[in-house]
Structures are given as structure tokens and as C-alpha cells.
């Protein structure tokens, strides 16, 4: 059970989140209970959908900020994150089972997304104090300073996501990620 008050529905939600809510709803057909939970404060939830917004039109391909997205969320512990981005990656994102294991442990099987994989995880494990030869190695893979820019904004984000659903401890409403085994 939630740890903090999860409205049940958009019109249990403060007023000026509702309209919020019903932009997610629109754009997923559901409105997922991390959502709901953070509509708590419409601040909160306004930063967090302008954020994810302004995200999704950067360069970085749908396919990378899951990846980033899955390995973050395992670092961090979060099964709820690992719920809902092991489903999004692989309904929306298109990512074989291979890959998400493959990004739940801080790699990819593709050469360039592995670059911004690894990279993310080092940022995660070493709370942002990475070094010119961790930039070279994403550089060398193909990506530019404005995506290395991105790769740090997601992991932040994803990292505040992971943070609210641990401390709320949000109920589930994505099917459970897989347990992942150990390689």
C-alpha cells in the first residue's frame, strides 16, 4: 500500500493537477499511479511532465531513454520503475527481453546505445563524478555534447522518479518486472 495518498481518481486529485492528469490520461489511456501520486503537488507534477516533455524532443531515440531508464531504475532498486519501463520498452520502444536484461545491468547489445548506457550507470554509481575519459568513450560512440547533456538530464529524472515511488512506495499498475539474473 502507497505511503502517500494516491488519488484515486482525476477528480480526487488537487484541482489544478486535474487538468494534468487528463492531458496523461489522453496521451497513455490510463493515468499510471505515479502520476496520480505526484499530482499531490501540481508544482511537482507540472516539472516533472514539462521535463519529460522537453525530453522526448531532444535526439536521443525512444529506444536509448528507456535503456537509460532501465538501468537507472535498477541501480536505484525501484520495482516500480523496472515495472513500467520493462513494459514501455518493450510495447513502445520495441526492446527484445535480451536487451532490457541487458540494460537492468548497465549495457546494451547495441554499440552506440551501450556508450550511453554505461555512461549513465557511471553517472548513477558515482553520483555525477565522472572524468574526460568517461566523455570520450560516449563521445567516441557517436554522441554529441547536447546528447551528452540529455543522458544527464534523464538519468536525474529517472533518478527522481525512482526516489518518489520508493519513498511513496507506489503500488504496482505495470505488470512486475521479471526477476533479473545474475551474469
Keep these: 500500500m502507497s505511503l502517500i495518498a494516491t488519488p484515486a481518481t482525476i477528480e480526487d486529485a488537487p484541482a489544478a493537477s486535474q487538468p494534468l492528469l487528463r492531458a496523461v490520461k489522453a496521451q497513455l489511456g490510463v493515468v499510471p499511479n505515479l502520476f496520480r501520486l505526484v499530482s499531490n503537488s501540481p508544482a511537482a507534477l507540472e516539472g516533472y511532465l514539462g521535463l519529460s516533455g522537453a525530453l522526448g524532443k531532444g535526439t536521443l531515440s525512444a529506444q536509448t531513454r528507456e535503456r537509460i531508464a532501465l538501468a537507472v531504475a535498477e541501480i536505484n532498486g525501484c520495482d516500480y520503475c523496472l515495472a513500467a519501463h520493462s513494459y514501455l520498452g518493450k510495447t513502445l520502444a520495441k526492446l527484445d527481453d ?40 560516449v563521445r567516441a560512440a557517436g554522441y554529441d555534447d547536447a546528447q551528452i547533456v540529455e543522458i544527464v538530464l534523464h538519468v536525474a529524472l529517472n533518478t527522481w522518479t525512482n526516489y518518489i515511488n520508493l519513498v511513496g512506495a507506489t503500488d504496482l499498475d505495470f505488470p512486475a518486472a521479471q526477476t533479473l539474473n545474475a551474469a
Design 98 to 137: 535480451a536487451e532490457i536484461a541487458a540494460n537492468r545491468h548497465g549495457v546494451s547489445t547495441d554499440a552506440k546505445a551501450d556508450a550511453a548506457v554505461r555512461f549513465a550507470a557511471k553517472i548513477v554509481h558515482q553520483r555525477g563524478r565522472t572524468d574526460e575519459a568517461d566523455l570520450k568513450l
